[in-house]
């Protein structure tokens, strides 16, 4: 008989690890809180136009990675999916021209060495820091003592390739974006490399660049909502079993073995449970005794989470591509001031908005969680987003005068819209990996308790979909492991 493996989340890591386990034999059940599979990883529909919540660019979108199997052996990805190279990747406005980020590092740097030949020395400086940056991808590898179908080892050959870029790394993670990007002279240049990660270590940006100069980061046909699609159906058509708007109560522990999970007032046996949910929002609501492990405890210690308001726009206006732009206003919330703001415009996409409208969405970041909690528990909630939707409405307006009494909709997802959707820990989606902090991958499996496994973005730090999809996989390897199961895949 088949061991049974409940995973709790829908997710990215969910659906992960609930497809490779169900792949290698197991009974899976994948229970989700939601109406609808994706969690974090999600677009939404209101009155034609099309919202992308979470994907702007894809790590592991092209072939050459070693990522990108693992999208195509989960459904989320395969030969007959367009995957768009938006170019230029980045782009600001200064004093009424446009300067480019482009995919091409080449292209990048004689642009701007020619608008600011006083920077040209440290152009050179950072395009050798991109190119060495370039050998470095995420890894996929089984982990220790597992038995694979189709092996993958960590290659001698890859390490040796990575460390020239050692040196740069351990220069580059000392500091800030905000700060890198402060010792150019050109104020254009200094906002065009922050790519709006002021806070993360200069490794997040010098990677991103790598990343697309090597042709990588795409953004997949249809979005987030058609990729969670596909992997759903992957999971069904394997045979799993997929449980909605099923919210797991605790997990069941007995005998220092987790033994299922409890939904409302069922119970649902298990060999195996494994946990996709948040990881700090379920070690606080999936257990009734605390696990006492120590990556738990540095988990939830070391985790700076990254947070934001999100913003979208259906107008009933044909709208240009737009590059950031300072604003003549600041936009005024949550005890925040925006004096810089980028538009994703998706015109360049069907079925995005109706014919002649644009469909805009932006992300305005920081930690503004207890402020929407304040302003929930104080009845200013709904007053508070009304009036960040007039002040975007002011700046569209200014910047596009043929959008002005042309929005039709305005859509805000606040950090508490995304803890009540997902569960997540302060509505956040990611973890800031700022100047100096350490690279921490956290082990996804306890001493104190067996069967019982965890997977999602949070294990590695900054984590994101790269990160939620390969953890899902290691967690289907660890029940393979502890049955004896041979792990399976499709390359």
């Known amino acids: 008989m088949k061991k049974k493996v409940i995973v709790i989340g829908a997710g990215i890591s969910g659906l992960s690890a609930a497809i490779y386990a169900q792949r290698s034999g197991f009974n899976v059940t994948l229970c989700e809180q939601h109406s609808i599979a994706g969690g974090m990883c999600t677009s939404w529909k209101r009155k034609g136009y099309l919202f992308e919540g979470a994907m702007h660019w894809l790590t592991g979108s092209s072939p050459k990675t070693e990522l990108y199997p693992v999208w195509k052996e989960t459904g989320a990805l395969n030969d007959d999916i367009k995957v768009f190279l938006h170019e230029p990747f980045y782009a600001v406005e200064w004093q009424g021209k446009t300067i480019n980020l482009y995919r091409d590092l080449e292209k990048t740097i004689e642009k701007l060495r020619v608008f600011s030949p006083d920077d040209e020395k440290l152009l050179q400086r950072l395009k050798k820091d991109v190119e060495a940056f370039s050998c470095l991808q ?7 003592g ?27 993670n000392k500091i800030s974006c905000k700060e890198y990007a402060a010792q150019f002279k050109h104020p254009a240049i200094q906002r065009l490399l922050c790519l ?29 909502l058609a990729m969670v699609d596909r992997m759903t159906k992957t999971f069904e058509e394997l045979g799993g079993t997929l449980l909605l708007k ?11 073995v987790a033994t299922g999970v409890t939904i409302g007032n069922s119970i649902l046996p298990a060999d195996a449970v494994i946990v996709t949910q948040e990881t700090i929002a379920a070690l606080d609501q999936l257990f009734d005794v605390q696990l006492n492990e120590k990556w738990l405890t540095s988990l939830r210690k070391n985790t700076k989470p990254e947070v934001c308001t999100f913003v979208s726009l259906g107008i009933r206006a044909d709208l240009p591509q737009t590059p950031a732009f300072e ?24 079925e995005y908005a109706p014919k002649g409208c644009t469909t805009l969405t932006t992300a305005l970041m920081g930690d503004t969680y207890e402020f929407w909690k304040k302003a929930k528990e104080e009845g200013r909630y709904e007053e508070e987003k009304r ?18 009494d042309s929005i039709e909709i305005i859509d805000i997802a606040t950090p508490l819209t995304y803890e009540r959707y997902t569960g997540a820990y302060h509505g956040s989606w990611m973890s800031i990996m700022g100047a100096g902090d350490k690279m921490r991958a956290y082990p996804g499996f306890l001493k104190s308790v067996n069967s019982l496994y965890f997977a999602g ?23 393979c492991r502890q049955f004896g199961v041979m792990f399976k895949s499709m390359s």
Not at 251 to 256: S, W
Not at 461 to 479: C, T
């Open 138 to 144: 995420m890894p996929v590898y089984d982990i220790k």
């Open 246 to 256: 099923t919210k797991v109560k605790k997990v069941n522990i007995k005998n220092g």
């Open 146 to 172: 597992v038995e694979a179908q189709h092996p993958k080892r960590m290659k001698i050959s890859t390490l040796l390739k990575m460390l020239p870029a050692l040196p740069r790394i351990v220069r580059c």
């Open 327 to 350: 604003l003549a206003e600041p936009i005024m919330y949550a005890d925040k001031t925006v004096s810089e703001i980028f538009f994703f415009n998706y015109a360049k996409f069907e």
């Open 457 to 479: 973005h949070r294990l590695t730090n900054p984590g994101g979909l790269p990160v939620a999809i390969d953890s899902g996989r290691k967690a289907a390897q660890m029940v």
């Open 387 to 404: 009036r960040l939707a007039e002040q975007i409405c002011r700046v569209i307006s200014e910047k596009y005068p043929q959008a002005k």
């Open 196 to 224: 709006m990660m002021d806070d993360y270590s200069a490794t997040s940006m010098i990677a991103t660049l790598a990343q697309i100069n090597m042709g990588d980061g795409g953004y997949p046909e249809g979005g987030s």
